[in-house]
């Protein structure tokens, strides 16, 4: 028994010191939501477009670190409006652009897009004109409707940026023409950049969708009920569909911010979960299968999380509740279906998995369920921490003190933190990039360390800090 709580804690601590921990977590997701809103102001702004931005994906959700993840952001355009039912002209507020959403031959969960009303455009300078402009140039139309395709870039937010500064010089783009729009973006000094994806959202009026997920009858005590009338307030999306050059037309409901509200409801158990099979997906099952992702991952805890009573995801259980997770994993990969948590009637393995893949994965899930915490304890993420420690070399000082660096800038106040991303943007190298932050940027944080985050920052000087960020 004194072992086996040995290797509890042993796995526990592991997973605290890779970020999967409730506190650890909390205070990134409020850096992240300020980062959200700021940069809405920023891009409203400069593009004069009525834009929200949502960071989405594991740095929403307060567990993406260092350079190990994407930033999924979600450019929301708040002047369109999709409809499932279209209102009555008594309740209805009139938006730029209207659509409706159709689901004609479409699978579930998808839908096209059919134009229903477009704002006419006056002169360059209204609000919402280039927008309103791009958005002529992707209607198809097909028997005499007209449905917006989804490979166009519609917002100017999302389009490449103008080679004038530092920043805009040290992007990468990615030749995918698809929807989802991805780039990188290097860090001053380092081999490091940050792989950043951005996704065009509208907003739309399908309340049946949110009120089935409401509605249904479940064993245990997870999500609550408080959490439960949370997820009715979020907004429901519609996204791009990426995946064929023939999917142009189709577009996926999304409940992003419906799983962003799950996510963050996780406690300290349900996040270590969450963390340790998200190890063994990108270091163990992705290697039979590409397909194997981290969303998939997610709504794996999100089943699990709802089928156990809430009491049992303590830190005594740890590796019971991973096990029931790679047990669950291992029947809907079996079986080729693996059910959305919000949208059960969506398949996420459809098309996913070819017969040796399948095989290959289910062979990976049982040496996992064989090894135990070994299995996990092996990924590479542990293993260099382990080697750094024995070695005295510290890799990951730099990643967090480069983090911080560039999480810092999200604490200010909306309004400063905007002005303050417009500067950045005009740096002409990556060393007038450094001065800004060391003369404008840390000593603000260091005044109070908000969110008793930036400890590096806090506890080096400016010539310690460049020591270790200079290769």
């Given at each position: ?435 800004f932050y060391l003369k404008k940027i840390f000593p603000k944080i260091r005044e109070n360390n908000p969110l008793d985050f930036f ?17």
């Amino acid at each position: 028994m004194a072992a086996l709580n040995m290797s509890i804690k042993h796995t526990f601590d592991a997973l605290d010191k890779c970020g999967y921990s409730r506190p650890s977590a909390n205070k990134r997701i409020q850096i992240m939501d300020n980062a959200g809103k700021m940069a809405s102001l920023f891009y409203t702004k400069k593009t004069n477009e009525d834009i929200d931005l949502v960071i989405a994906g594991s740095r929403g959700e307060g567990i993406g670190r260092y350079f190990d993840c994407d930033l999924d952001r979600l450019f929301i355009q708040r002047s369109v409006m999709c409809y499932a039912a279209y209102p009555t002209p008594s309740t209805h507020v009139r938006y730029a652009a209207e659509f409706r959403l159709d689901f004609q031959n479409t699978s579930n969960g998808y839908c096209r897009l059919k134009l229903i009303s477009k704002q006419s455009q006056t002169t360059s300078e209204a609000k919402n004109f280039a927008f309103l402009q791009n958005m002529e140039t992707a209607i198809h139309i097909e028997n005499g409707e007209a449905f917006l395709r989804n490979d166009k870039i519609l917002t100017s937010a999302m389009q490449h940026l103008k080679r004038t500064g530092w920043l805009a010089q040290s992007v990468i783009y990615d030749v995918d023409d698809g929807p989802s729009k991805p780039y990188e973006c290097r860090v001053p000094f380092s081999k490091y950049a940050f792989k950043i994806d951005n996704v065009l959202c509208f907003k739309c009026v399908h309340p049946t969708i949110i009120q089935e997920w409401c509605d249904r009858k479940r064993e245990h005590d997870w999500p609550s009920s408080e959490i439960v009338e949370q997820v009715k307030g979020v907004d429901v999306l519609v996204v791009p569909v990426g995946e064929t050059a023939d999917e142009v037309l189709q577009w996926r409901i999304s409940l992003v911010l419906a799983e962003l509200v799950l996510a963050h409801s996780f406690n300290d158990v349900q996040l270590k979960v969450y963390g340790a099979l998200k190890m063994l997906s990108k270091n163990v099952f992705r290697k039979s299968c590409d397909n194997m992702s981290s969303y998939m991952i997610k709504n794996v805890v999100f089943w699990v999380s709802e089928k156990t009573q809430n009491c049992e995801f303590e830190q005594g259980k740890l590796l019971d509740r991973i096990t029931d997770g790679l047990i669950f994993l291992r029947k809907c990969v079996d079986e080729g279906q693996l059910p959305n948590y919000m949208i059960p009637g969506r398949n996420l393995l459809k098309y996913k998995l070819s017969y040796t893949e399948r095989e290959n994965v289910l062979i990976d899930i049982d040496n996992c369920l064989q090894a135990g915490e070994h299995a996990f304890l092996e990924c590479p993420e542990l293993i260099q921490m382990s080697d750094e420690a024995e070695a005295g070399v510290n890799d990951t000082a730099f990643k967090e003190l480069a983090e911080e660096s560039i999480y810092s800038l999200y604490t200010f106040p909306l309004m400063e933190g905007a002005k303050l991303i417009k500067k950045l943007y005009s740096l002409k190298s990556g060393k007038d990039v450094v001065k800004f932050y060391l003369k404008k940027i840390f000593p603000k944080i260091r005044e109070n360390n908000p969110l008793d985050f930036f400890c590096h920052i806090c506890s080096k000087t400016d010539k310690e800090i460049l020591r270790i960020l200079k290769p």
